[in-house]
């Protein structure tokens, strides 16, 4: 086998982030599968620079970003609020929820994805609002440092992660 980047990341199993339920995983592995096939790159439990944590965001070659909001159930939806706190940080936003959801609790004017482990599909399509360059570039440099820290900590597990001896 060619000691590629692409066949040494092949082998790659990432662990399981244990934050979300199983339905809601499936759902970001299916998601993530549908970015991957536009050509974006995604990171999941990305932490923004107001401190909150979007489910999953996603970076297009043209730097793009786009924030996917993930609801398992009804009861997600409705117990939790803090997804318009995300939308001054992407310049598209989705929800992201299984065929079990019904459509209609989720606002009709932003975008929909259905998933599930094995895939996703589009069902409505986020309107686009362009970031300002400003965010724009704070945002790919906050996305960079997450994914390369990621890597750092597949490559090197015994890491001390605060830099303390």
């Given amino acids: 086998m060619p000691d590629s980047s692409a066949a040494r990341l092949s082998n790659?199993?990432?662990?399981?982030?244990?934050?979300?339920?199983?339905?809601?995983?499936?759902?970001?592995?299916?998601?993530?599968?549908?970015?991957?096939?536009?050509?974006?790159?995604?990171?999941?439990?990305?932490?923004?620079?107001?401190?909150?944590?979007?489910?999953?965001?996603?970076?297009?070659?043209?730097?793009?970003?786009?924030?996917?909001?993930?609801?398992?159930?009804?009861?997600?939806?409705?117990?939790?609020?803090?997804?318009?706190?995300?939308?001054?940080?992407c310049d598209r936003f989705y929800f992201a929820v299984p065929e079990t959801v019904p459509f209609d609790i989720l606002p009709e004017d932003r975008g929909l994805i259905i998933a599930d482990s094995f895939g996703a599909a589009v069902m409505r399509e986020s309107a686009h609002h362009p970031l300002a360059g400003a965010r724009r570039k704070a945002v790919t440099l906050r996305f960079a440092h997450a994914a390369a820290a990621a890597l750092h900590a597949l490559a090197d597990p015994d890491r001390i992660a605060d830099g303390r001896l």
């Fill in 12 to 89: 790659i199993i990432l662990p399981a982030d244990g934050r979300q339920s199983p339905v809601a995983a499936g759902i970001q592995r299916g998601v993530r599968r549908l970015f991957a096939e536009f050509g974006h790159v995604t990171l999941p439990e990305f932490t923004l620079a107001n401190g909150r944590r979007a489910d999953l965001i996603a970076l297009a070659p043209d730097g793009m970003l786009t924030i996917i909001e993930i609801k398992s159930s009804v009861a997600d939806f409705r117990a939790d609020r803090k997804w318009p706190d995300y939308e001054d940080f």
